[in-house]
């Protein structure tokens, strides 16, 4: 059985008002147990309401939203239980910092969960682990911490719910480069250990190349639903929405378009290099 | 959810009731609502509702949006009509049932008071519906001024007022944010006792406070940056100028004043 199925979602904001707007319309999606999927769309195309409804924030004007087969919205167990199943990292998280501590503060959802101080203190420790925070910092003040500590302390607070599933609403939005490839490296890890669906919210396209299956909204809608490259083979479409290739794509497409030979399908930057070489191995100039 | 609170909203429009001098329109609101306590009669509570009606439908503002703002004040217009209906003394007893009697008096103050707040309110409802909240506070600083000469800060009181009301949706927009994340990590703000519930608000106003000083310190670090000091000399990109609609609003104005004494006068 898939862990989440969405059946004809729709949701309408302020309905009835003249603010009245459609979200989400009429959306159907499954999410099964492993593998990391990323969610691309332009701004306003819908991904933070879709990932609301995934752990029963908002409730949905129209259409279920299946965990594990049964509806999130039966009863307040079910939403409560979706709560902790499916965690919900938001955008720029580390403002949900408020403990005296770092530890009390990753410690705040598996208190929630009514856990015993034991696996408490396990959970806590483990999800700091992953999220690579040094213990050292378990006794200060998470308003004292660096900006790149604050983000993984905000993201090991929801890690340490174990969740099912676990979606990131574009996690590395103002990290720097080498922070940004370490928190995702992180983050894959954690999947891969604890056996974890992750839904990863991004633009950023090259985080996106790294993803199993990619999942493309505009307007409300699922326009493309695929492997990276079956995605990325939709050029034109992506263009048409204001989504760009990842670079290493956009380079072989052009690179195709003076005529050189390179196979279809490239889009990082490592497959697109040894493509590049295999070509110039051969023989003869690629253009 | 919280978006949907309306405390003193604006409803842009392009009408003569919007285009007054914020001015005159806070004058005439202080005229209007000192005339509604010098109302004696019927007849002047009468002459109030007339002129709250004529400018609601000058300035295109729905009623309903009127009610709608009224809505909350149910319980304060309850309790006031409760305790002016019983508590009032008098003669002539209108119901008598153990302890609990109603008079003639009674009923009529309850129901005088019932309309003279709610046509209080209305009124500022009005000033607020076609005033802009930088409007007010540009012509409570220029009424203010002569103030300055006794060493009120009126001009730093009108931008903290300013600063205030430009945040209100803005910490409205953080509070849901905040709300959102709280609850993703399995946070219960609505069962549990009093005290528990109080405690489960905590996680929320916490980086809501901790949010505001890091955004205050921005805003001041972003008006250093543009060079702002103080109130003197400062000149305005919007000047306010009274033209000849404020005279005649003016004069209206008086003429409810003085229509409201002559009913009293009258008794009618």
């Known amino acids: ?287 | 959810m919280l978006k949907d609170i309306t405390l003193g909203q604006y409803f842009p429009g392009d009408t003569v009731v919007h285009r007054l001098d914020p001015r005159t329109k806070l004058l005439l609101t202080l005229v209007y609502i000192a005339a509604l306590f010098m109302v004696g009669s019927w007849g002047g509570y009468a002459l109030c509702f007339a002129a709250l009606a004529a400018v609601t439908a000058v300035s295109h503002i729905k009623p309903r949006a009127l009610v709608k703002g009224l809505k909350p004040l149910v319980f304060i217009v309850v309790f006031t009509a409760v305790l002016n209906l019983f508590f009032t003394g008098g003669d002539d007893i209108l119901f008598r049932w153990k302890f609990i009697r109603v008079t003639w008096a009674g009923l009529e103050r309850a129901v005088s008071m019932v309309i003279r707040i709610l046509l209080l309110v209305s009124g500022t409802f009005l000033l607020t519906y076609t005033t802009s909240p930088l409007a007010i506070t540009d012509a409570l600083e220029r009424l203010l001024s002569p103030l300055k000469k006794l060493h009120v800060p009126v001009y730093e009181l009108s931008l903290m007022m300013c600063i205030a009301l430009r945040f209100i949706p803005t910490l409205i927009e953080e509070t849901d944010r905040i709300m959102s994340a709280q609850k993703a990590r399995g946070a219960d703000l609505e069962t549990g006792s009093l005290v528990e519930r109080a405690k489960a608000l905590l996680p929320l106003l916490i980086p809501l406070f901790v949010s505001s000083f890091r955004r205050a310190d921005e805003l001041a670090l972003a008006m250093e940056c543009r060079c702002y000091n103080g109130g003197e000399g400062r000149t305005r990109m919007k000047q306010l100028r009274m033209a000849w609609q404020d005279a005649a609003a003016f004069a209206l104005g008086a003429a409810l004043a003085a229509g409201v004494l002559l009913l009293r006068r009258l008794g009618i």
């Not at chain 1, 208190?111 to 203190?121: F, R």
């Not at chain 1, 983050?187 to 396209?205: G, K, Q, S």
């Not at chain 1, 909204?217 to 050029?235: N, Q």
Request: charged share 25%; with cysteine; proline share 5%.
């Open chain 1, 1 to 287: 059985m898939s862990l989440i199925e969405i059946r004809g979602l729709t949701h309408v904001y302020s309905q009835g008002t003249p603010f009245e707007k459609a979200a989400v319309r009429d959306l159907d999606l499954t999410l099964e147990r492993g593998g990391t999927v990323g969610l691309i769309g332009h701004t306003g195309s819908g991904k933070s309401t879709l990932i609301s409804h995934l752990n029963a924030l908002l409730k949905p004007t129209a259409g279920t939203v299946l965990l594990d087969g049964e509806d999130i919205f039966a009863s307040k167990a079910s939403i409560r239980a979706a709560r902790f199943r499916v965690g919900v990292v938001f955008q720029y998280p580390e403002y949900q910092l408020f403990e005296e501590t770092v530890y009390a503060d990753i410690a705040y959802g598996p208190k929630n969960l009514k856990l015993d101080t034991a696996e408490i203190d396990r959970r806590v420790r483990e999800a700091a682990a992953f999220v690579g925070l040094d213990e050292g910092v378990f006794d200060r003040s998470p308003l004292e911490l660096s900006g790149g500590q604050k983000r993984r302390a905000a993201i090991a607070g929801v890690l340490a719910m174990e969740p099912e599933l676990l979606v990131l609403d574009e996690p590395t939005a103002g990290l720097d480069p080498a922070g940004r490839e370490d928190l995702l490296e992180k983050l894959f890890a954690w999947r891969e250990a604890r056996d974890a669906a992750v839904l990863l919210v991004t633009h950023d396209m090259t985080i996106a190349t790294r993803c199993d299956r990619l999942v493309v909204m505009a307007e409300g809608r699922i326009v493309l639903d695929g492997t990276p490259e079956a995605v990325f083979s939709h050029g034109d479409e992506l263009a048409s929405i204001g989504l760009e290739l990842p670079e290493a794509a956009n380079i072989a497409r052009l690179l195709r378009d003076k005529g050189a030979a390179l196979p279809p399908s490239l889009y990082t930057v490592d497959a697109l290099a040894e493509a590049i070489l295999a070509l110039w191995g051969k023989g003869g100039a690629p253009c």
